[in-house]
Nanobody, 122 residues
């Protein structure tokens, strides 16, 4: 298991950018595939992006493709989500998660952070 702590959320206007950070504890961070998920009020948690162990491959939900960029720094035990051209529909709690299986299903992620709120006003 790896412990995860997200930061960087906040209140922004439509069209603005925001970068979320996720700090991981432990010396095995580089062995995990890392993902970002989000959950809007009254909705299920949904896949947003994930990145492979080396950072060589990424995948995005269609709703954020071309606007969000996931990256990681294994030397710093960090994973990031750069969010550009934010829309009110992006309003949600964003969670960082770790898995050993390349998947978009949140049930396959065994470690989760506490989440960080992102609110986009129109």
């Amino acid at each position: 298991q790896v412990q995860l702590v997200e930061s960087g959320g906040g209140l922004v206007q439509a069209g603005d950018s925001l970068r979320l950070s996720c700090a991981a504890s432990g010396r095995t961070f580089s062995t995990y595939i890392m993902g970002w998920f989000r959950q809007a009020p009254g909705k299920e948690r949904e896949f947003t992006a994930h990145i492979t162990r080396s950072g060589g491959m990424t995948r995005y939900a269609d709703s954020v493709k071309g606007r969000f960029v996931i990256s990681r720094d294994n030397a710093k035990n960090m994973v990031y989500l750069q969010m550009n051209s934010l829309e009110p529909e992006d309003t949600a709690v964003y969670y960082c998660a770790a898995t050993s299986v390349l998947s978009t299903n949140p049930e396959n992620y065994g470690s989760w952070g506490q989440g960080t709120q992102v609110t986009v006003s129109s």
